[in-house]
């Protein structure tokens, strides 16, 4: 049976099909408090703008990782949980005055006017719609949890990245479960990207924000309001604003995707991508953004969003469009694959007991998020044949590299543990290195002495360049064989 979620518009009763429809207008004031359950790469930089700009408000962000809150509420704020360029400095600005970490989620709930949802929606692993649909577990909780515990009306806003018609399960889940209080539910994605989060949600393109009640609307206009233009804010339906968020993200993809499907046909034909890219890029109605050829994009984000644009299209019976979108994945699987075949293949056809150092493991740089990173992938393909690898990243810690490569279930932790160390600086990944892999685009990466860094390197010295990052007529002056992505 198809999922209720995915029903067709006009074939259900939009809002809440067992309770009439309460108006939030009626209850409605201006919002004192928000909480925001989730202190994760959107919850905690969004929320410590949102209070940074609204001195007026209280905001608390609450998470049951209590690691996670104490990391949030340390002194030194080089120790945040999330490397943002910035975030130190708005953090230390509003925490204690008016922005607050805590593991009370109930306390938080029962204060707020206005509660935000920023809780992880990875793809399910497990059941119908394994590897495509978004797992739905923790918004479920949450919304289980505002339900028990709320005494008066909440304006609840989805913040995390959700499939089409979530609105409605939450507001089902809440008016069934509650103590009769009113539910409005918003939609309000977020579209920063990670490394500029801040100054994304300082200076946003645009906020949406669907709805269905205006009063509810026009109190999250206002807090935004306080720093962003109004012109600049988006009032939609619910459905749009849900919809419009995997879009975005879907059309980011697939232009990585396409420019990454060209750099394919620019190693066979001697064309060169990035010159493509800027030929391509300079007409306007294309635009230059977004047409850097890699080793693959990664993140949390992108590759879920379609999988669930997918899921949607197929539950609806539209093959087609299915198919359209999954080849962005496929193309993006292939282009990480095709980088780890290229590494072994110049490597005269074995990788075995080599030393390949790995610059980088973050899924871009200025980061430490490294979820469905590219490095993951190729690391994987080339530990299957037996490589040693050494990893450096500026930002990513050793554990988060093994738990990586330990959630992908290929081989024991163990033999992770054997075929990988983890360096704590760049040069001991580098000595006695058969190859060099460049993962991550960290501006570090350019500044290396790269003529001591032969000197350290096996003979002959191979650079695998899949971010573009070094120049090929300076490493092969310097003796390297040299390989980037698209040339
Ligand atoms: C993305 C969207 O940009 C953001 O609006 C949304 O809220 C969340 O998802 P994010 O995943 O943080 O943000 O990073 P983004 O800068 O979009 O990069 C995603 C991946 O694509 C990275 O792995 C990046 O290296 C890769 N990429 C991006 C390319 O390979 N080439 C490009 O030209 C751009
Ligand atoms: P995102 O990138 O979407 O912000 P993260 O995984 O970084 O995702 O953050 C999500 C956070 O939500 C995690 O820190 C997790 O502990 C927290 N979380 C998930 N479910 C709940 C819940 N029911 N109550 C409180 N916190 C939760």
Request: charged fraction near 25%; proline fraction near 4%; aromatic fraction near 8%.
């Amino acid at each position: 049976m198809r999922n209720d979620l995915y029903k067709p518009y006009h074939r259900i009763n939009l809002m809440n099909e067992t309770k009439p429809y309460q108006p939030y207008q009626k209850t409605i004031k201006m919002i004192k408090k928000i909480a925001c359950i989730g202190a994760g790469y959107v919850g905690g930089p969004t929320m410590s703008v949102i209070a940074q700009k609204n001195p007026h408000i209280q905001v608390t962000v609450v998470d049951m990782n209590e690691a996670r809150i104490e990391a949030w509420n340390d002194d030194d704020l080089s120790k945040l949980p999330i490397y943002e360029p910035g975030l130190d400095a708005v953090v230390g600005e509003a925490r204690g005055r008016n922005l607050f970490f805590s593991t009370d989620v109930d306390r938080a709930i029962d204060e707020a006017d206005m509660i935000f949802i920023s809780v992880n929606t990875p793809t399910k692993a497990y059941g119908k719609g394994k590897g495509q649909a978004a797992d739905l577990k923790f918004i479920e909780l949450c919304a289980r949890q505002i339900a028990a515990v709320a005494k008066s009306d909440k304006i609840v806003v989805e913040k995390s990245t959700l499939p089409v018609r979530t609105a409605q399960a939450l507001k089902s889940i809440l008016d069934n479960t509650g103590n009769g209080v009113n539910f409005c539910i918003l939609s309000n994605p977020e579209f920063l990207a990670e490394g500029t989060a801040i100054n994304d949600l300082h200076h946003p393109d645009r906020v949406l924000i669907g709805g269905e009640d205006a009063a509810a609307i026009q109190a999250l206009v206002d807090v935004y309001a306080s720093w962003v233009p109004k012109e600049r804010i988006l009032t939609t339906n619910l459905w749009s604003s849900e919809l419009s968020k995997l879009v975005a993200n879907a059309f980011l993809a697939q232009r990585v995707s396409s420019i990454n499907s060209i750099s394919e046909l620019c190693e066979v034909t001697g064309a060169n991508v990035d010159e493509v890219a800027k030929a391509v890029g300079q007409d306007s109605r294309i635009g230059p953004k977004f047409l850097k050829a890699s080793v693959g994009f990664g993140g949390s984000c992108f590759q879920k969003d379609i999988l669930n644009l997918v899921y949607i299209a197929r539950s609806y019976n539209l093959h087609t469009v299915a198919d359209y979108w999954e080849q962005v994945i496929i193309l993006n699987d292939h282009q990480k694959t095709r980088f780890a075949e290229r590494i072994i293949r110049t490597m005269y056809n074995t990788v075995n007991g080599k030393h390949i150092a790995f610059l980088g493991w973050a899924f871009k740089k200025d980061t430490n998020d490294s979820r469905e990173s590219a490095a993951i992938y190729v690391a994987d393909h080339l530990l299957e044949e037996e490589a040693h690898i050494v990893v450096y990243d500026p930002k990513v810690p050793a554990e988060q590299i093994y738990r990586d490569l330990d959630a992908l279930g290929t081989r024991s932790p163990a033999d992770n543990r054997r075929l990988v160390s983890v360096a704590s600086d760049p040069l001991s990944a580098l000595n006695d290195a058969h190859a060099v892999a460049i993962l991550t685009e960290w501006d570090e990466f350019k500044s290396y002495d790269w003529r001591e860094i032969k000197q350290r390197m096996k003979r002959p010295a191979f650079v695998f360049d899949g971010r573009k990052l070094l120049g090929r007529a300076e490493l092969e002056a310097l003796g390297y064989q040299y390989y980037a992505i698209g040339e």
